[in-house]
């Protein structure tokens, strides 16, 4: 693979913005670099543009180099900077699996990036051979997601494999859902693979949607495009601090992932003895989606009774299915006793 060939032209010539903290790095007793007021500690500071301290930590965990590690504004962050990286607008395309998550659309939209929709399968299975043949010469970038999103599955990984092995461009791996997944992650395939980005997130099973941080991992030379085009501070020092205090509590994430996954059993049990359930597909996510009678209508009512579930019905492949999210027992319970008593 050449990179070369694959960042567009402008970011490839670059020059980053040079911050005063990336221009200074290491002990001092007195900063006067960076403009910065003297008073009001640690606050007063600017962050760690790269945020060695929270890299070094996550490089343990998920047993990689700090510096195949690009953190974001949740992994809405590193899916805009890819294409703000590879695709010239107008010109490139990307192509991804459909239904899938719908961020890659709406990116692709903003940058003026064609993007290219292949169906899945109906049993939203994947056919490397059917999304290998809608690329060309301009496609820049393919993105696969598994478990995916709304579906909740895994895509078969020799399928997966046949994509990353046959198209010599940037495929993106978005693993949102790995915590809650049979199957092992591709980061151990980061090594082999240099047009593979992985992403990850905070958002699920860690439980922190709302600090929005987000992981893309890859080679270390894909990193320092990440590294070039993102804000100089993107990850602010509390959301540094916070995230890696949480890392800590990582058997306390892993005992949230065994009762979610014991409550995604119970709920597919359960929810297979109404009459209103036509189908139930298989989920290795923290979400089950459900094709109903009407989901129009059972959205509807639940609403009214208090309890939301997303409404797929107008997504390609998903005519009336609910995506419901596992939540607490008695959570989930609440959503039960509504379906048992509408029929
Ligand atoms: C929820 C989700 C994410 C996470 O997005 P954040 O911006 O990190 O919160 C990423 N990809 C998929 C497929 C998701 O479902």
């Known amino acids: 693979m050449n990179l070369e060939k694959l960042v567009r032209p402008n970011i490839w010539k670059l020059k980053p913005y040079s911050s005063a903290r990336s ?43 700090p510096t195949q590690i690009m953190l974001g504004n949740g992994s809405d962050e590193p899916i805009d900077l890819i294409f703000r990286i590879f695709c010239e607008p107008q010109k490139d395309n990307v192509v991804a699996i459909d239904p899938t998550y719908g961020m890659y659309e709406v990116c692709a939209g903003i940058n003026n990036v064609e993007y290219r929709k292949v169906f899945l399968n109906d049993d939203f299975s994947l056919n490397a051979e059917k999304l290998l043949k809608a690329t060309d010469d301009n496609t820049k970038v393919i ?81 320092t495009f990440f590294n070039k085009v993102k804000y100089p501070y993107n990850i602010n020092l509390l959301t540094q601090e916070f995230v890696s205090k949480q890392l800590d509590k990582e058997p306390e994430k892993n005992r949230w992932v065994k009762t979610i996954l014991k409550e995604r059993s119970r709920l597919q049990s359960e929810l297979e003895n109404l009459s209103m359930v036509k189908k139930i597909y298989p989920s290795d996510a923290n979400s089950l989606l459900v094709r109903v009678d009407n989901a129009n209508e059972t959205y509807q009512y639940l609403v009214d009774k208090g309890v939301i579930v997303r409404n797929r019905n107008s997504v390609s492949l998903c005519l009336n299915c609910l995506r419901i999210t596992i939540g607490s027992p008695e959570e989930n319970t609440v959503l039960l006793n509504e379906l048992k008593s509408l029929k």
């Open 23 to 65: 221009e200074f790095k290491g002990e001092a007793s007195v900063f006067l670099d960076a403009n910065e007021n003297p008073y009001n500690y640690p606050y007063n500071r600017y962050p760690d543009p790269l945020q060695w301290n929270l890299k070094e930590k996550i490089a343990k965990i998920k047993q990689v180099r």
């Open 143 to 223: 993105f696969l997601c598994s478990p995916n999103n709304p579906t909740g599955n895994l895509l078969n990984r020799d399928e997966m494999l046949k994509v990353v092995t046959q198209f010599s461009k940037i495929v993106i791996i978005d693993e949102a859902y790995v915590d809650f997944s049979s199957e092992r992650s591709w980061l151990t395939e980061l090594n082999n693979y240099p047009n593979l980005i992985v992403l990850q997130t905070f958002s699920k099973a860690w439980g922190l949607a709302s600090v929005r941080c987000g992981l893309a991992f890859a080679s270390e030379e894909i990193i």
